[in-house]
Structures are given as C-alpha cells and as structure tokens.
T-cell receptor
Framework: DSGVTQTPKHLITATGQRVTLRCSPR?????VYWYQQSLDQGLQFLIQ???????AKGNILERFSAQQFPDLHSELNLSSLELGDSALYFC????????????FGPGTRLTVT | AQSVAQPEDQVNVAEGNPLTVKCTYS??????LFWYVQYPNRGLQFLLK??????LVKGSYGFEAEFNKSQTSFHLKKPSALVSDSALYFC?????????????FGPGTRLSVLP
C-alpha cells in the first residue's frame, strides 16, 4: 500500500457528462501528480500541483482541470466526456516538488459509454 | 522534447535466469531516470532511480539498473528472475531543468518469468 488513496475505484458515465476524481496524497507529501493510462497512448502525465499551486502541465486537455486544496488533497475534473476519455487515471504524490520518487495510488477506472 | 523508448513489448525469461529490460532515452540536459513496476490492477511502484553518482543503481526486490551516458540507456537487470517478477515495467525520464518535473514514461515492457 503506497499510502495514496483515490476515489472512486470505478466510474461509469455517459458521453457529455462531467466527473470528479479525488486523490489524497501520502501523509507529509506536498506534491500531487495526475496521469492517464490508456491502451493506445500509454501512461501520460497530465498535471502537477505543489502545495496548492500548479507546477507543470503535460498532455492535459482543456476539458480537464485540476486543483489541490489546502488540506493537500487533489481533484481532477473531466467534462464533456468522450468515449476516448475512457482510461485509468492515476494520482501520485511526492514529498516536495524537487523530490523525484513518486508514490502512485491504485487508480480510478473511468468508462465512458 | 524528452522521450523514452522500451524496444521490447514483451520479455520472456525462465525462472532463475538473469533478466534484462531495456530502456533508452532522449533528453536535453542531465537525465534523471526511473524504473517503475505495475502489477495487474495496481498502481505503479517505484523500483529505483538514477540522479547522479554511480552508474550502477540498486533498487527494490533485487533489481538494479546501469546508466550508460554514451549509449543513452538505462537497462533494468536482475541476476535471478522469480515468477513473482512477472509484471509490466516502465522506464521514465525527467531532467533537473524541468522545474515542474514533467515526467515522460516509456510504453512499458511486459515481463513474463516462466517456471
């Protein structure tokens, strides 16, 4: 168990809908990362937050947004969902923004029908 | 732009034999390199990292990796494979200049250790 929690584990929704994925980092970790894992595109970095501030953006679509709250948990919001958004979404955390060892949560499997 | 290649989709090895999972990378600047392992229906687990120092890095579960700057490679190795090592292995790279730590992961290599 990495200490990173993600909810929900599974999510099934329809095209055009909006969902929110939640991540709680390991105790003491200030940095949170979001990744998307799909069969065709592999593991893609989406976005990183450090202590409430956005630090880096990767291949995140404009329909997606994220934030990190004062208690350090993070939420990834996915809107106007398309079939191609079906994937595993992972959250990872690390102690600082310059600490390179990331601890991954179990993931949320999103299915868009 | 950074990139990582894992030239083998699948590696099969007999239990007890040495294993190698290959990784090559392309970055501007000094690379920071990582190996992660993913078991079915689980998140990724950190195995080892190269930041600086000795080219041979030792990690979890008896794995090690060798950083080769001239060949831009960071191959994962283990002297004696176990059936329980069967999993999906990812190589990843970032650089010190990437303030936001924009990690790039390779496509993954599926390792099967046969009893």
């Amino acid at each position: 168990d990495s200490g990173v929690t993600q909810t929900p584990k599974h999510l099934i929704t329809a095209t055009g809908q909006r969902v929110t994925l939640r991540c709680s980092p390991r105790s003491g970790d200030l940095s949170v990362y979001w990744y998307q894992q799909s069969l065709d595109q592999g593991l893609q970095f989406l976005i990183q937050y450090y202590n409430g501030e956005e630090r880096a953006k990767g291949n995140i679509l404009e329909r997606f947004s994220a934030q990190q709250f004062p208690d350090l948990h993070s939420e990834l919001n996915l809107s106007s969902l398309e079939l191609g958004d079906s994937a595993l979404y992972f959250c990872a955390s690390s102690v600082t923004d310059s600490s390179y060892e990331q601890y991954f949560g179990p993931g949320t499997r999103l299915t868009v029908t | 732009a950074q990139s990582v290649a894992q030239p083998e989709d699948q590696v099969n090895v007999a239990e007890g034999n040495p294993l190698t999972v290959k990784c090559t990378y392309s970055v501007s600047g000094n690379p920071y390199l990582f190996w992660y392992v993913q078991y079915p229906n689980r998140g990724l687990q950190f195995l080892l990292k190269y930041i600086t120092g000795d080219n041979l890095v030792k990690g979890s579960y008896g794995f090690e990796a060798e950083f080769n700057k001239s060949q831009t490679s960071f191959h994962l190795k283990k002297p004696s494979a176990l059936v329980s090592d069967s999993a999906l292995y990812f190589c990843a790279v970032t650089t010190r200049d990437n303030y936001g730590q924009n990690f790039v992961f390779g496509p993954g290599t599926r390792l099967s250790v046969l009893p």
